[in-house]
Each structure stands twice: as C-alpha cells, then as structure tokens.
C-alpha cells in the first residue's frame, strides 16, 4: 500500500543546505589553471516518494525548500532506489555497487564496518569529512523481527509482520518539532557549518540522515513494535490540500500476482480501508535515495572503476556524457533489487524506455510481470503474457547484468544457514523468542502449525 497522512515539512526543509554552497569556508589553495573543488552537502530522507509530493503539478502539499532547490538544480523524475528498503539501499549508496555485489541481502546484513565508501576516499583526497543522524548501512543492525521475517520467507506460512497502518495526530498548531531526533541531528549539522565548516582550509562534504518520514512505531505490534504508525502536528497537517489527495487505484485481492499478495498481507493491508483512512495516510509515504559516484564526481577525485554507477554530473552540466565520462554515455536502464523480509522470493525490476519488468527467484517458479508505464503508470495491468517478445527481450538484458537465479539460490542459502545458527543460538528459548516476534498476534493463535511449516522448510535440500 502506498501509504500517506499529512506531509511534514520537518523532513524537507532541511534539504535547502543541500542547494546552496557554503560561501563562508576557506578554499584550499588553487594551482593555476585548477579549479576550486566545492565543498558537499548530502542530505538523505527516508522514504520520500517524490511521486507523491514534488511530480510536476502535484499540488497536495505545501514544499516551498524542495521547490527552491526545483527552480535552482536539479531533479531527476525518473530515480529508482537500488533496493527500496532500508540497510541493502544505503549499503548501495556508500559503496557505489548494486546490492547483489555488496550482498546486503535484508536489514541485518549490510557492509562490513570497515568497508571503504565514498566518504572514506574523499577524506583520502583531502575533503574533511561529517556525518550526522541516521547511516544504517552496516551489518547487525534493526530488530530480531525484522532479520527472522527475512529469514524465513520461503517458508509455507503467512503471518502479518506489522501492524495496521494508522495515524497519529500530536501536539497542537504551535508544536513543529515532532521528530526529535531529526531536529537535533539538524541542528548540530547546521551548528557545525556556521562554527566550524567556516574554519577550514579545505573543501568538506557533510553527510545528514533523517529518518522522516519514515513511519512511526507502533507499540501494540510486538516487538521492536514495527513502524506503521504516521504521525504529525497540527502544524504539519494544516500545509496538506486534502482535496488534492488522490485515492490510488488497487488491484482486487483475487487478482493480485502472488508476491504482490504476499507483500500486501505481511505489510497488514489486505484489510479494508475507507476512503478517509487512505487519505489521512497517504502523504507521509516517501522514497528517496542518492547516488555515490555524483558526489564523487563532483569533488573531482579519482573515481573508482568497479563502481556500478555512472556519474550524474553530464546531465547536470548538459553535455553528452561521452564528453565526460571515460566509460562512455550510462546504459539505458535501472535496475533495482529487492531481497529482504515482505516478499517472499528475490525480486528484480528493469526499468527501460516505457517498460518496466519485474521477475522473481530463478524466472519460472514464479510468473514475471510486465508494465507499460505510458499506458499504466499505477502498474494495474500485468502484459507479460501479451508482450512475450518484450519479456523475453529485458529478460535477456537482465541477466547480462546480474545472473540473478545463481544470486536468488545464493540468498535462500544465505537465510537458512542464518535461521539455523540463530535458532541454535537460543536453545530452549526458541519456541518463545520466535512466537512473541512482530508477528505474534497470528502465530500465537496456531504456534504448533508455524514451527511446523518452518521445521518442514529446514529439512527440505535445495
């Protein structure tokens, strides 16, 4: 479901320091005939869905910081996150590779701490560097719910893993800080811009994560309580034009493709919505992701040429990319991968032209699906079946570039051999553990049935 409630500006103005370069730090400097490289400023929000809020003619919410850096930079109507979930996407942006070469599979596994990123080397080629709020790109990290739902996809069961979508409404029209967290993060970015960025001699890159808007957790849901809850102020709800809102269309549950359905259950909105709920939800449902080799491209340091990127910086200056790039102009698709908990095969989407592909595990077990996005672009309609040379085509592309049936059977083996040791690791505590998990208000109702399906999963060979 693509969620929203009211839109806060909380997680959005903050991105206005990402439009405009400190004037007040002290370059480097310049050798003749160099150029001063510009200091950098990467703001990333979580979730922020630039099709519900900042496409050309929507007019549901008031963003006036997004519609600067709009009039003044840059915006690209056609990104794609490489893996639209938390840890596997930002393990793609700090090492600049697809998430079936850094095998960051779920929300468990990421990089390794040590793993050298972007930041890393523009530190090595003079920026100072800073980070601030959320990074969330290493392994060990989100809720034992979050990892064992991963885990056990390809078991034979299916159990609701959050609570119900809802929204909260907090404080009054004079309270705009409602995400904390995201404030003070903000303010000590800010704070050491104006106090110590002006001192250097150098160029630097800041780095700011937010959560917003991100969904709020959700207590009664069990543990770690899962984050289905959409909160916001008075302040917040008042820059939303309800009346713009549009109730997205949705395919009947009977004829959804199964991983669709799969997706939609565990995530808890196979119930019935009115139309007022959707509404009130519907706003705070983002994605937003950034692109490593842009940032290093734009430092002008030496790039990394195992990198699954291509740098963004030709389109910003308008010039044919093969002006620029020594690896020629980018390809002519996206790809992105998907690969932890909420869907229960590996996924893998192309994005080409009009046409937008998704298959599934090893490209048989389960049916592809085939968007045309000219015609469809809420995805209603599946034309694998008209389109078969289509298919066969972007499947054809597809594997050229990841050989995804060896990288879907690499992660079933991946979350079984994860599963056994967890479970080892808990001895007579496991038939507890695993029932008072997020999904707990299914499993308890027939936990001898669940610990079945997954003893069945565990003896069953590859």
């Known amino acids: 479901m693509r969620g929203g409630g009211p839109l806060g500006r909380a997680g959005l103005a903050l991105l206005l320091m990402a439009a405009a370069p400190w004037a007040g730090a002290r370059p480097r400097p310049v050798a003749p005939g160099d150029q001063p490289r510009p200091s950098v400023v990467l703001v990333a929000c979580d979730s922020l869905d630039g099709r519900l809020t900042f496409y050309p003619g929507n007019q549901t919410v008031d963003l006036p910081f997004i519609n600067f850096m709009k009039t003044y930079g840059t915006v690209f109507l056609n990104a794609y996150t490489n893996s639209p979930i938390c840890c596997p996407s930002r393990a793609a942006m700090w090492s600049g590779l697809f998430t079936h070469l850094t095998e960051s599979w779920n929300n468990f596994k990421g990089l390794d701490p040590d793993y050298v990123t972007w930041m890393d080397l523009m530190k090595k080629h003079g920026y100072h560097?800073?980070?601030?709020?959320?990074?969330?790109?290493?392994?060990?990290?989100?809720?034992?719910?979050?990892?064992?739902?991963?885990?056990?996809?390809?078991?034979?069961?299916?159990?609701?893993?959050?609570?119900?979508?809802?929204?909260?409404?907090?404080?009054?029209?004079?309270?705009?800080?409602?995400?904390?967290?995201?404030?003070?993060?903000?303010?000590?970015?800010?704070?050491?811009?104006?106090?110590?960025?002006?001192?250097?001699?150098?160029?630097?890159?800041?780095?700011?994560?937010?959560?917003?808007?991100?969904?709020?957790?959700?207590?009664?849901?069990?543990?770690?309580?899962?984050?289905?809850?959409?909160?916001?102020?008075?302040?917040?709800?008042?820059?939303?034009?309800?009346?713009?809102?549009?109730?997205?269309?949705?395919?009947?549950?009977?004829?959804?493709?199964?991983?669709?359905?799969?997706?939609?259950?565990?995530?808890?909105?196979?119930?019935?919505?009115?139309?007022?709920?959707?509404?009130?939800?519907?706003?705070?449902?983002?994605a937003m992701c950034a692109e490593t080799d842009a940032m290093l491209d734009i430092a002008r340091i030496p790039v990394p040429q195992n990198l699954s990127g291509y740098s963004l910086i030709p389109l910003l200056r308008g010039k044919a990319e093969n002006e620029l790039s020594p690896r020629g102009p980018r390809p002519s698709w996206v790809l992105s991968e998907f690969h932890g908990c909420n869907v229960?095969?590996?996924?893998?989407?192309?994005?080409?032209?009009?046409?937008?592909?998704?298959?599934?595990?090893?490209?048989?077990?389960?049916?592809?699906?085939?968007?045309?996005?000219?015609?469809?672009?809420?995805?209603?309609?599946?034309?694998?079946?008209?389109?078969?040379?289509?298919?066969?085509?972007?499947?054809?592309i597809l594997r050229s570039i990841v050989n995804y049936p060896k990288v879907s059977s690499s992660v079933q083996e991946y979350n079984k051999r994860q599963f056994i040791s967890w479970k080892q690791s808990l001895g007579q505590n496991y038939s507890n553990v695993i029932a008072n998990l997020r999904w707990h208000q299914d499993w308890l109702k027939e936990p001898k049935k669940y610990e079945n399906a997954i003893n069945k999963w565990l003896s069953q060979s590859k």
């Open 129 to 286: 560097t800073q980070k601030y709020g959320k990074l969330d790109y290493t392994s060990g990290h989100h809720s034992v719910s979050n990892r064992v739902e991963a885990w056990t996809r390809d078991v034979d069961f299916l159990l609701r893993q959050e609570g119900r979508p809802m929204v909260n409404l907090t404080g009054d029209r004079k309270r705009v800080r409602v995400m904390e967290a995201d404030w003070r993060n903000t303010d000590e970015a800010v704070n050491w811009i104006k106090e110590e960025a002006i001192n250097l001699t150098q160029p630097f890159v800041l780095y700011l994560g937010l959560n917003l808007p991100h969904p709020y957790p959700s207590p009664y849901a069990g543990e770690n309580f899962g984050s289905s809850t959409f909160l916001t102020s008075p302040y917040w709800l008042e820059k939303v034009t309800y009346e713009a809102i549009k109730i997205p269309k949705w395919s009947s549950l009977s004829e959804m493709h199964p991983i669709d359905y799969y997706s939609s259950y565990t995530k808890n909105c196979t119930g019935e919505f009115t139309k007022q709920e959707v509404r009130n939800i519907r706003a705070f449902y983002y």
């Open 344 to 396: 229960n095969a590996s996924t893998y989407m192309l994005r080409t032209d009009k046409w937008k592909y998704i298959t599934y595990s090893d490209g048989h077990s389960v049916l592809p699906q085939l968007f045309d996005l000219s015609d469809d672009p809420d995805e209603l309609t599946n034309v694998a079946v008209k389109f078969p040379v289509i298919v066969h085509s972007l499947d054809k």
